[in-house]
């Protein structure tokens, strides 16, 4: 029964090792899940340990029980009412914490109303984006297929001003494919959408998870801290090539992306010929 | 610490003789045999086959994640083209196979088919099931689901869209090779054994309802009756909806003019075929088929659990702690199992206000399980405990149950999960409590109950080898999911070393592929024991633990009809060490007020 | 009894890892025409290709062929003191590292060294004398071409090859992994030496830049995913085992074509007959074979070479004529006219449903195919693009379109109008083609309104 140290002790050196959390969380949220799992974890490590610790003692009091020659007989008891409404009622008390104190994280998280709206209105007005226009303020369009990520940015006017995105394609548009560009330090939002079956959209770092599925158009925000890159991958179930399906999300500067943006424009609307100078 | 072995009955094969009125042939005595205790053992060894073929599966999944795309030694040749090497593909059918066979081939008909079958009557004094035609039949509609998912692998290499068949892969026949002929054949096999289950559940609620032995008051129950009871409600209830919702998928997936659309929305590309015409919802699926999936895990593991309380109880030499409480547990968690599917769906994009509901369920139904662990360690306490293979067996489900239980708080937890869903953290978590809990229990009853089952004891040598072994080999295999998780790895991926921030997880994966296939040659150990023991195994008498059921009362084996008279039931099945009597043990039928220490003896004829 | 269980497992465990790590069972295959072929004849194909290209494991690099087989090449400009040298006219794929092998001639007797320092800005690589030199050992001299690394794009290429690509293009690049059956369209079989996406003209061959911009880009529209994250290094090293399996490829076919002019096996129709064949086999093997696989290898060779020459790059004269209404209406004219014929393969409405797609094709020999439609020259039906889903293989920037209405798809029926059409029209009809998707609607039309009322987080998408 030495298992639960060998297993505590593993867990003791697996943050050291790199078997932990890939980085710390780059997202506020993100920060908010790990304390989150922290304090689950501590609260689990206390149980673990506990229970171990009681069957360990409560086998070892027995094995010496049985040892030849000890006189001491078995304790006859059906059980104790007492006990059991302790140990119903501490843990229900525990449980019911952990469960009221996570709602908010939530309800933050996915549910429309509690969107960080304003901050991502903002931040479009200061790319010079229309926000009169109503309607959500997704700054890309991610449709996952089997077995890539392909990405639709709304694309400039004659004028040069970014235009916000539309639920259509455009044919101003921009693509680009498992390469994701969005701003950094400010939450954005992604429409997220499936071509064919239904798969996951997962950051690791920014500890965000949302299926895509097959039908449906799927607001998603996450705030990056830092500008940096971050893996994208997909975690659910999409066909063979499932684990093909890596890309990767570029968060910087508002100004930089935009200029990211004007750069995949020009790009995306080579004629080939600058190059000739006629 | 001392040990004791089951007492060899001297008059050994005395037990034997009792009972056979009639030769029924072999035929009707062996292979249509409505005889519980056949169906049983013929429940019990078919699934022990399937957990093989299951185990070898899973070591080729395994060997593609310890040494990706190199060729797989025995079973590459045969299946994967190019030189042994597993193809995509053929990964997605590994583990897709290897989930289903172990869950519904090995852990559902192992618990209620052969040891609900098996335990049943004998538990409770009746002489055979209510309806033992019926119940024949249970056992042979496995048969075509275990040929349905044969014949699956003939198409395009076998069903491959997991265990848990989201449309749209599997719904669409080009959305990927297994995705054809072999997912019908998966649909029709799982169905089979949807019917096989429910025949057998309303069997085991009949029977536990109505023929128990006089004195056999429901608080006289064994646990395991109980649990099996609760588990037959379980799935009586949960079971109609996951074949509707099989129906519904194989409607969909039909050509002709019924080509339904229930769960395939409008306008999706796959391998470029024409878009798809629907109005379906994919989610659809994913709600029937957890809102039995989720119970089914609980009729994964209800049995074990009542099964361990009596071996533990047993084992101890002492009644088993809290018995009320552990019987209100067991419908707790039943009862709440069915409000908590949506546990499985936080990431999918259901309304997000259903999360919390959800999550407040979720993390509820831990309390009831943490009651139960409370409980089998007051059982312990203070008791005389006998390490002998049973015992060691269900300690280890009491231990890695623990474990598994935690986890699931992790998870309940909507924002953690968001994190941690499809990741191998839910790899570990379900392997603890399926494989770690039921299996270990399994294990214990398989040992336990094998002497009423043949009249002969298993070597308690090998079989303390095959659970050191295993268990060793369980931990080395499964705990380091709990940190690959964190760690980020996503499941079923066949490659994961593709992405740069999971590179350096492969040497844990290694070891973890070495600890498995050490779990899967001790495996050998049990199938050893069990045929050898069946022939040559120590003849034993009709109580070698010393046990105070009903079913030790009756000759081991017991003959067609079990009881030689009606027995009569006194008390309750935990009387161990009871202070008022000299032996430490007080079987239920002993008639209050009897000689004290009487031997055990059948009740007066 | 308690110690004998381990006994068994132990060996066993053994077992499993030692068959493990034993033959790879990994091999080229040979391609269908071979068994038809006389014995002698079928021998002769195994071992020209095994000496020139050897087996995936154990791969050749033929300098013959235009492939950059090593991590980098270069000559000695100056040497100075102790084993280090300037580097002039260097290409490189892979980065030159410390430990890399540098082999070069002298007087053709083969010297080598190792890498033990370079300098990327001075261009100044220091040499070692390899483990084991003798005392007569000295640095390269100035003009001493070098092979440094040799081999070793290859063989990183073929095992990055092997971990993204070869169950669905096959160890032989044959477009016929354990995948591919189940995908359509199917992966490009490489054994013809055609690539339909490229940048140059009709009859030229890819060049390197389009297959590594396939790799990165993907193909929309099929199984071929996006490799977007690989380094250049990585891509370089794929597109050269690429190439290497595609020159092999065409190797094989060329010399097959020849052989089964006049060696197969059905073709002679006693014992006699195939005495002869053999016979004669024996002497051509001698007296033409060498000869004529020496310029088959050249026409090869050179045809990848032109490929990769700037001159071969498609580029139009004229700029993009801005999109307006009338050039889209010009576009649809040429689309509908006689000298394009668009519309015979795409259709009315840009579906691909045109009149040719009835049609029954004939293939290279001049048969009928089974089922009606058009063919590849792989011999698999294909349907002309549906323009109306706005998903282009080839890449939908302008110039992308551009290059295939002025250069076609290679191997496909869809052949290039750079002759017939002037850069005007050309970009007349780009104009039209990318109008399609949008015909139904005016441009910036349909912005996205959500639904207040709903507080969950999902919106139908209307098709
Ligand atoms: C303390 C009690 C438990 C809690 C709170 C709990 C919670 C959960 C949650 C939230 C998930 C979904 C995780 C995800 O996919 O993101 C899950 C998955 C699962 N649980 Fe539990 N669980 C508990 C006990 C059990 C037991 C007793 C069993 C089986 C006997 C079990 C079997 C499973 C299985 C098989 C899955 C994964 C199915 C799949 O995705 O393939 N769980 N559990
Ligand atoms: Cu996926
Ligand atoms: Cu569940």
Request: aromatic share 12%.
């Amino acid at each position: 029964m030495f298992w639960p140290l060998a297993a505590l002790y593993l867990c003791w050196i697996a943050p050291e090792r790199g078997w932990w959390f890939p980085s710390e969380a780059m997202s506020p949220l993100g920060q908010r899940i790990d304390d989150l799992f922290y304090m689950i974890l501590i609260v689990t490590t206390v149980v673990f340990i506990g229970t171990q610790i009681a069957l360990g003692y409560v086998l070892w009091t027995g094995a010496r029980r049985t040892d030849p020659g000890n006189e001491e007989t078995t304790w006859f008891s059906h059980g104790s009412h007492n006990l059991e409404v302790m140990w119903t009622i501490v843990p229900a008390g525990i449980l019911l914490y952990i469960a009221l104190y996570q709602i908010d994280v939530w309800r933050e998280f996915r549910m429309r109303p509690y969107f960080p709206q304003e901050q991502m209105t903002a931040s479009l007005t200061r790319m010079g984006v229309d926000t009169d226009v109503p309607g959500d303020r997704a700054l890309a369009e991610v449709t996952a297929r089997q077995f890539e990520w392909r990405i639709r940015y709304p694309g400039f006017d004659e004028d040069g001003n970014l235009l916000p995105l539309m639920t259509d394609p455009q044919p101003t548009d921009l693509y680009t494919v498992n390469d994701l560009h969005l701003p950094a330090g400010v939450p954005v939002m992604i429409n997220l959408l499936s071509g064919d079956v239904q798969h996951s959209f997962f950051l690791p770092e920014l500890r965000v998870k949302q299926d895509a599925v097959p039908g449906l158009v799927i607001p998603v925000w996450f705030q990056a801290e830092k500008s940096q890159t971050y893996d994208l991958l997909c975690a659910e179930l999409c066909g063979w090539g499932h684990y093909k399906m890596k890309a990767q999300f570029v968060a910087e500067p508002e100004q930089e992306w935009l200029q990211w943006l004007r750069e995949l424009h020009e790009l995306q609307n080579e004629d080939g010929v600058e190059e000739t100078d006629e | 610490m001392s040990t004791i072995s089951p007492t060899v009955d001297t008059h050994a094969g005395h037990g034997d003789d009792h009972g056979h009125h009639h030769d029924p042939g072999f035929v009707r005595k062996y292979l249509f045999s409505t005889d519980h205790k056949v169906i049983g053992i013929q429940f019990l060894i078919t699934t022990l086959l399937m957990l093989m073929v299951g185990g070898a599966l899973a070591l080729g999944v395994r060997w593609q994640l310890a040494f990706p795309w190199e060729s797989m030694p025995f079973f590459g040749p045969l299946f994967a083209s190019q030189g042994g090497q597993i193809s995509p593909e053929f990964y997605t059918m590994l583990f897709t196979m290897h989930a289903t066979v172990m869950i519904f081939l090995v852990i559902i008909p192992i618990l209620a088919g052969a040891f609900g079958n098996f335990l049943i009557p004998l538990m409770i004094g009746a002489d055979d099931m209510a309806f033992p035609t019926l119940n024949m039949l249970s056992y042979w509609f496995m048969w075509p689901a275990i040929l349905f998912f044969g014949l699956s692998f003939l198409f395009g290499g076998g069903p491959a869209a997991g265990w848990t068949s989201y449309p749209v892969l599997a719904a669409l026949a080009e959305a990927a090779p297994g995705s054809g002929g072999a997912q019908t054949c998966w649909l029709i096999a799982v169905t089979f054994i949807g019917v096989s289950s429910m025949m057998g559940s309303v069997n085991y609620m009949t029977t536990i309802i109505n023929m128990r032995a006089p004195g056999m008051t429901l608080f006289r129950m064994p646990l395991t009756i109980w649990s099996m009871f609760i588990t037959a409600i379980l799935q009586a209830f949960a079971l109609p909806v996951l074949t509707a919702a099989g129906f519904m998928l194989v409607f969909d997936r039909l050509p002709w003019s019924v080509h339904s659309t229930f769960f395939v929305p409008s306008g999706l590309v796959v391998n470029n075929a024409e878009p798809t015409v629907g109005g379906g919802q994919p989610l659809l699926w994913q709600h029937l088929f957890w809102f039995y999936s989720h119970p089914a895990v609980y009729i994964m593991l209800l049995p074990a659990m009542g099964m361990v309380s009596d071996m533990l109880a047993c084992m101890s030499r002492k009644p088993i702690f809290g018995y009320k409480p552990m019987v209100y547990s067991m419908a707790a968690i039943a009862g709440l199992g069915f409000i908590v599917w949506g546990h499985h769906m936080f990431t999918s994009g259901m309304n997000p206000a259903l999360g919390m509901t959800f999550m407040i369920s979720t993390i509820m139904i831990a309390l009831p399980s943490a009651v139960k662990v409370f409980n089998w360690i007051g059982t312990i306490w203070g008791g005389r405990p006998q390490f002998n293979a049973v015992f060691l067996n269900c300690v280890a489900f009491v231990s890695l149950f623990i474990v598994g239980g935690l986890s699931g708080i992790f998870m309940a937890a909507v924002p953690v999960d968001i994190y941690i869903h499809d990741t191998y953290f839910i790899v570990a978590h379900f392997h603890y409590v399926l494989f770690g809990a039921t299996l270990f229990g399994v294990f214990g009853a398989i040992q336990f109950w094998f002497p009423k089952m043949f009249g002969r004891t298993m070597s308690d040598t090998i079989g303390k080898w095959h659970f050191v072994l295993t268990f060793i080999g369980f931990n080395g295999t499964f705990f380091p999911m709990h940190l690959l998780g964190v760690a980020g790895m996503p499941r079923r991926y066949a490659d994961p070393y593709l992405h740069p921030y999971l590179e350096h997880l492969l040497p844990m994966n290694q070891l973890m592929t070495i600890s498995a296939i050490l779990m899967g040659f001790a495996q050998f150990l049990l199938l050893f024991n069990f045929l050898y023991s069946m022939r040559f195994g120590e003849k034993c008498s009709r109580n070698p633990w010393n046990a105070n059921g009903l079913e030790w009362v009756a000759p081991s084996p017991p003959p067609h009809g079990n009881f030689e008279s009606v027995p009569v039931v006194y008390r309750g099945p935990y009387e161990y060490s009871h202070p008022d009597h000299s032996d430490d043990y007080w079987l239920q039928t002993e008639p209050p007020g009897a000689q004290p220490g009487a031997k055990p003896q059948a009740a007066p004829a | 009894m308690s110690g004998k269980p381990l006994l068994i497992i132990v060996p066993l465990c053994l077992a499993v890892f030692m068959t493990g790590c034993g033959s790879s069972g990994i091999e080229f295959r040979e391609r269908e025409e071979t068994a038809e072929l006389i014995p002698p004849a079928q021998d002769y194909m195994e071992e020209l290709l095994a000496e020139h290209f050897g087996s995936p494991t154990a791969s050749v690099a033929w300098e013959k062929l235009p492939i950059n087989y090593h991590a980098a090449t270069a000559t000695v400009d100056e040497a100075g003191e102790s084993g280090s040298v300037t580097l002039a006219n260097i290409g490189r794929t892979l980065p030159i590292n410390e430990g890399q092998q540098i082999l070069w001639f002298v007087d053709g007797s083969a010297h080598s060294g190792q890498v033990a320092g370079f300098d990327e800005d001075l261009n100044a690589l220091t040499v070692s004398p390899p483990a084991g030199a003798d005392q007569n050992w000295a640095p390269p001299a100035p003009g001493a071409r070098l092979t440094i690394g040799p081999g070793e794009t290859l063989q990183q290429g073929r095992l990055l090859y092997a971990e993204h690509c070869q169950h669905c293009h096959g160890v032989t690049g044959d477009g016929n992994g354990p995948t591919a059956e189940y995908l359509e369209p199917r992966p490009r079989d490489y054994r013809l030496g055609k690539f339909k996406f490229t940048s140059t003209s009709t009859v030229r061959k890819a060049q390197r830049d389009d297959l590594a911009r396939i790799i990165e880009e993907g193909i929309p529209g099929t199984y071929m995913p996006s490799f977007k994250l690989l380094t250049e290094e990585e891509s370089a090293a794929i597109v050269e085992y690429v190439r290497w399996l595609a020159m092999r490829g065409e190797t094989e076919l060329r010399r097959i074509e020849i052989l089964t002019l006049d060696f197969r096996a059905a073709d002679a129709e006693t014992q006699e007959e195939l005495d002869e064949m053999i016979q004669e086999f024996a002497e051509a093997k001698e007296d033409d074979f060498p000869n004529d696989f020496a310029d088959e290898t050249e026409q090869i060779a050179d045809s990848w070479r032109v490929a990769q020459e700037e001159s071969s790059v498609v580029l139009p004269k004229t700029p993009r004529t801005p999109s307006s209404p009338e050039s889209i209406a010009k576009g649809r004219e040429i689309y509908l006219s006689a000298t394009a014929k668009c519309v015979t393969c795409h259709g009315e409405s840009g579906k691909g449903d045109g009149p040719q797609t009835m049609q029954v094709a004939k293939d290279a020999s001049g048969q009928n195919y089974p089922v009606p439609g058009l063919h590849d020259d792989w011999g698999r039906l294909i349907e002309p693009r549906n323009l109306t889903t706005g998903i282009y293989r080839g890449g939908r920037r302008p110039l992308d379109l551009y290059r295939r209405i002025h250069s076609g798809i290679k191997g496909t029926p869809m052949t290039g109008f750079g002759t017939s059409l002037s850069d005007e029209q050309i970009w007349d009809l780009v104009n039209y083609v990318m109008s399609i998707p949008f015909e139904d609607r005016a441009p910036g039309e349909g912005p996205f309104v959500p639904s207040e009322s709903a507080p969950e987080a999902t919106v139908a998408k209307s098709e």
